[in-house]
């Protein structure tokens, strides 16, 4: 397979940054998932973005050919974006990784109109704690009245096309946002007035409607996991596995499967894996790798479609007996060629560190 040839030839790779989205119920964060998803479609060849179990990844050639002039893609060496499907701060709590999020960026949406609501607050408080940068989508900007939309395009463009009245408007209500981040504790400007995205949080106006501003969005996430998280995506993606349960599910013909998030090294269909569990870890043996297949073979062949291996950063359904104690949010760790006690023994060290976090909530 790629992963496990790519494995051979260079041991340590740069991974895909993993992205979380979250803000206030109603504020859009699934329609800004699924227009990241159906826009990458449209602008990529075919099979540009692929749909993996639980996470949308979006490549850096997608991302370039969407945002034409704002993105070079030769000013970037991270493979593109893996946006995890489920948003919204209870699955950002609970999706861990090591003990720290298992996203290594987010956005926050804010709907212009609503501004800042209590969930809002959650999540700043969630991404202070975790210390994960960030950026702020400043969401439904098509609703500002008199708004002329422009479709897919970048935000300048599509201000330019507005009335005077409508701008002024937009920018009332962005200074809005700027000045409650500010209440809040945090410095943020105008995504194209930063300099420092860590200094300074980037607001992006975008509408996940019509696609105006998206190209900014996914040129903001890349520039700032390029610049700040680089380090952080250097994996050995020949080494063993590790990464996330986001669900556990029945599937007919599998029995009880998880789906997981890898964020480090690869998994193979025929590894040994460990698996929090709710009262002990679960040692198994992965039965089959499972991948979406792509929608147009969906309906005359079967849902999902067997791989050998994959490499993070992925979303990926495993297969295995005894699988049904597994919980979400727990470590999954390929034991390979390593004693498997040591890897019970980390497994556990996670989950106590994990039950110590939500007590405390
Ligand atoms: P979530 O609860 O944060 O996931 O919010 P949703 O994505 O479900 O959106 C809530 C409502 O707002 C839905 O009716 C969406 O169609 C609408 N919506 C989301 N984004 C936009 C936008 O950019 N412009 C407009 N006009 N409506 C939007």
Redesign the pocket.
Known sequence: TDAAGSAETDATGLRTPIVA?L?????????????VRGSAVQEGEAGAITQHIGATAVPLDTIGEMAGSLVDPDDFDLPGLLFIDT??HHSFSTLRSRGGALADIAVL?V?VNDGFQPQTLEALDILKRTETPFVVAA?????VPGWNPQGHVPIQQSIDAQSDRAEGDLNDRLYGIIGEMSDNGFSSDMYWRVQDFRANIGVVP?????G?GIPDLLTVLMGLSQRYLKEDMSVDVAGPGAGTVLEVKEERGFGTTIDIVLYDGTISADDTVVVGGKNEPIVTEVRALLQPRPLAEIRTEKQFEKVDSVAAATGIKVAAPDLDDAMAGAPVRVVRDRPVEEVIEAVEAELSQIDVETADN
């Open positions: 989205v803000g206030h119920v109603d504020h859009g964060k699934t329609t800004l998932l699924d227009t948003p919204g949406v709907d969401n439904k900007v098509d609703t975008v509408s996940a409607k019509t105006e």
